[in-house]
């Protein structure tokens, strides 16, 4: 037999799966707490004896191991660019294309507060955009000088203007910093090249990172590079939409990955307009896309979307999940800071697991809402016309769940129902009449692993395991 071992790093649990790479078939699963501030060992250790003593796995078997980690907070990274919408944006996507985590974003010229605020994040990386070549030279300069006189520690990425590339390395050198440069995010107005940052991050992950995480026993125990969890899930996304080899792929897809932490969302689709006549504004999308939002975890950002959605709705999305909810009305604001103080809580009674159904599909909600485009109306010399901002998703074939309430919550179906077109919102591109999907083997990240090698094979066991699901809107 034999036997692929892919290992999560989790800030809360170490996840383990192991797969028969012959059979292609999941073997068995387990978890242990992540020991990340001790021995990321300890922690391992654990989840791989219980995951061999419940899986009858003879350790001997695994021929092959790969891991990916979001311990001590995942890859934490800051932007600072000129434009918003344009080189900051550009930068963004680079970032979380390579499975990070943006803990902060400044556009224009930053100033002492912004550094300290910046200095207060404690980034594991620092992206320094601005200018196309041969564009706004002074902006990046000014910017430059003000990171480079501080007291960042962290390594420094210049992906910005190339005509003032070489000037900038040498003002982060002559501070002492460390600094890496590569080509623009955004060499010209209309055109986004973010694979050779992508690239860059994910060696400075690797090289830098890893050992300042205290993941370098975890690494020397797969023999191999740990990348970013979200890198691993994007992949495994990428690989389900598109096929691989001879397999084929089950076609454009949408991802809803709701955490305790954060909600991602990750689509794979062609890239057009609306309408033949739809005029299409802002910065080039990409067909491969991921969006992190920090403020929609079910657990750290539980406050926040019950202020957000207020007691009553989530009260109504709760009776339409269960018609048979019982009175009295569930104390969602007991419960909200209950679960924000400890966030590992699990449910203890089905009114409870109601709850965070509803969390979630407010999660996912706003969440598809902020990653899909939209439409506006604007008035023109030759009359009403409709613009395009962002990704259209409205012909998306898929919609996925992934993440602890599909694994062990209540009603998927409807949760990824808030993912999918409304005519509520009808200026939302959200998918008009996908298929549904869950992921309630939490198998994600152990496909994106398994696809470095396996892609194949990865891709059979992923439509083996995962499970179709009725959305309802």
Not at 75 to 91: E, M, N, Q, R, S
Not at 281 to 288: N, T
Request: glycine content about 8%.
């Amino acid at each position: 037999m034999q036997v692929c071992l892919m290992v999560d790093f989790g800030s809360t649990y170490t996840k383990v799966t192991a797969a028969d790479l012959e059979n292609e078939t999941i073997l068995g699963r387990a978890q242990a707490p992540t020991t990340i501030e001790t021995d990321i060992t300890v922690g391992l250790a654990e989840a791989l004896e219980n995951l061999y003593e419940s899986s009858r796995i003879d350790p001997e078997d695994v021929r092959e191991r790969y891991a990916c980690s979001s311990a001590a907070g995942g890859l934490k990274i800051a932007a600072v660019g000129l434009v918003p919408d344009l080189t900051l944006k550009a930068a963004q996507r680079a970032a979380l294309g390579a499975g990070a985590k943006i803990l902060c974003a400044y556009g224009y010229e930053i100033d002492r507060e912004i550094v300290e605020e910046i200095e207060g994040r404690r980034c594991d990386i620092v992206l320094l955009s601005g200018g196309t070549d041969g564009g706004n030279k002074d902006v990046i300069l000014h910017n430059a000088k003000m990171l480079a006189d501080s007291a960042i520690a962290c390594p420094f990425l210049v992906c910005g203007n190339r005509t003032v590339a070489h000037k900038i390395e040498g003002i982060f050198e002559t501070a002492g910093k460390r600094v890496y440069t590569t080509k623009n995010v955004l060499p010209e107005i209309n055109i986004v090249d973010v694979e050779p940052a992508q690239e860059l991050i994910r060696n400075i992950f690797i090289d830098h990172i890893i050992k300042a995480k205290g993941l370098d026993k975890a690494r020397d125990f797969v023999r191999r590079d740990i990348i970013p969890t979200p890198m691993a899930s994007l992949w495994a996304a990428t690989l389900l939409a598109d096929g691989a080899g001879n397999e084929s792929g089950i076609g454009s897809l949408l991802v809803a990955e709701v955490g305790g932490a954060t909600t991602n969302i990750h689509s794979v689709a062609n890239i057009k307009a609306v309408t033949p006549q739809t005029l299409v504004k802002g910065l080039p999308e990409s067909r491969i896309t991921r969006t992190v939002e920090g403020d929609m975890g079910i657990r750290y950002n539980a406050r926040t979307i019950f202020d957000f959605e207020g007691n009553a709705r989530l009260t109504a999305s709760m009776r339409r999940l269960d018609p048979g909810l019982p009175e009295p009305k569930p104390d969602l604001d007991a419960y909200t800071r209950k679960v924000g103080e400890r966030v590992s809580y699990v449910p203890q009674t089905e009114v409870e697991a109601l709850m965070d159904a509803a969390l979630a599909k407010t999660a996912v909600g706003i969440a598809t809402e902020r990653h899909a485009g939209h439409l506006k109306s604007e008035f023109t010399a030759i009359g009403e016309v409709s613009i395009q901002y962002g990704k259209n998703l409205l012909d998306v074939r898929n919609v996925l769940g992934t993440g602890g309430i599909f694994k062990y919550g209540k009603a998927p179906g409807e949760i990824l129902g808030a993912a999918v077109f409304s005519p509520d919102a009808p200026w939302s591109l959200r998918p008009r009449a996908p298929k549904g999907w869950v992921d309630d083997e939490y198998i994600m990240y152990a496909i994106g692993l398994l696809s470095q090698d396996h892609p194949e094979a990865a891709l059979r066991i992923a439509k083996k395991y995962l499970h179709p699901t009725v959305i309802i809107p």
